[in-house]
């Protein structure tokens, strides 16, 4: 199984950008990006690169369900 993660532009410098989640900073690249991307943006990111740029809603959404998730597995029941 593949997962893909939205992660908020902080900066951008040529074909890579550094994201955030939850506090954690990492650098991935933009090289399979039509379209420009810039401080602020959300991106849908795979193995080190960004593979779409995400509405800010869908990405909140899509972080909302993330977050539901763990709190669910660590509850113990697996979400049952």
């Given amino acids: 199984m593949c997962l893909a993660v939205p992660l908020k532009v902080i900066s951008v410098a040529g074909n890579e950008a550094t994201v955030d ?16 991307v810039k401080p602020g943006d959300y991106v849908l990111v795979h193995t080190g690169f960004a593979i779409r740029r995400l509405d ?10 993330f977050e539901e998730m763990l709190r669910a597995e660590g509850s113990g029941d697996g979400g049952n």
Wanted: hydrophobic share 35%; aromatic share 0%.
């Fill in 56 to 65: 800010p809603a869908d990405a909140h959404e899509t972080l909302k369900l």
């Fill in 21 to 36: 989640l939850g506090g954690t900073r990492s650098r991935v690249r933009l090289d399979l990006l039509p379209e420009e």
